[in-house]
């Protein structure tokens, strides 16, 4: 039975889209990147990313959420429904100065083949230019089966490159974030939490937009 003294958790997603190129049977990410651009190996996905309690999201270590959406690449048979996704906002890594965001997307060939997508980014903690072109590549690997990140190490690698958020996409990314809450307040502090988790810096500049596309307002 539900606790009618309950708080109702407040959410926030958004939806990203990651183009590039990877190569079929490399594993180096930058090798696999620019032979697949010159074979025109194109990959890329497109997702709708949520945190359904953004104070628990915040809270957790792993800052883990779900997304939806799709997978598309040619060579593994066109846009694929994403069948399950985990992601993970500014983990701690080995390196102290730097956080990794995490993306795992279980989808399938056109054969049924069962594959693993895993990226991630690698967000070191400094300011300026350098901080757009670290939250905007994903290092992406494609993994035969569904693989989750305790068999991470013994996986077999189909494919290796790196996609991007090209500045437009980028720029329409900012008009998707919604927040969904009990009250105005409690929707743009959700957002402000979320975002500055999400963006760190770069927030700063791009709050406003996105608090104008979500309806809300930046708290103080």
Same mark, same amino acid.
């Given at each position: 039975m539900d606790d009618p003294n309950?708080? /109702? /958790?407040?959410?926030? %997603? @958004?939806?990203?889209?990651?183009k590039g190129y990877v190569t079929f049977g490399e594993l180096d990410y930058r090798r696999g990147f620019e032979q697949g651009k010159r074979d025109k190996t194109f990959l890329m996905f497109h997702?709708?990313?949520? $945190?359904?309690?953004?104070?628990? @999201? &915040?809270?957790?270590?792993?800052?883990?959420?779900? /997304?939806? !959406? +799709?997978v598309e690449c040619e060579a593994l048979g066109g846009r694929l429904p994403v069948e399950h $996704?985990? @992601?993970?906002? @500014? &983990?701690?890594?080995?390196?102290p100065t730097m956080r990794n965001m995490r993306y795992r997307l279980f989808f399938s060939d056109t054969a049924g083949n069962p594959l693993t997508l895993r990226g991630h980014k690698n967000v070191k903690d400094d300011r300026g230019?350098?901080? +757009?072109?670290?939250?905007?590549?994903?290092?992406?690997?494609?993994?035969? !089966?569904?693989?989750?990140?305790? $068999?991470d190490a013994g996986a077999e690698v189909v494919a290796s490159g790196i996609i991007t958020i090209h500045l437009l996409d980028f720029a329409r990314q900012l008009?998707?974030?919604?927040? %969904?809450?009990?009250t105005l307040v409690d929707r743009s502090r959700a957002m402000s939490r979320f975002g500055s988790l999400f963006m760190g810096a770069l927030w700063t500049l791009y709050a406003p937009r996105a608090h104008s596309a979500a309806g809300t307002a930046e708290a103080p």
């Open positions: 309950a708080v /109702a /958790a407040t959410s926030v %997603e @958004f939806t990203e889209e990651m997702l709708t990313i949520k $945190a359904d309690d953004v104070d628990r @999201f &915040v809270a957790d270590p792993e800052h883990e959420g779900g /997304a939806v !959406g +799709w $996704a985990v @992601f993970n906002l @500014f &983990v701690d890594s080995a390196d230019l350098d901080l +757009w072109t670290d939250t905007s590549t994903l290092y992406t690997s494609v993994l035969r !089966g569904h693989v989750g990140a305790e $068999a008009t998707t974030f919604r927040a %969904e809450g009990p």
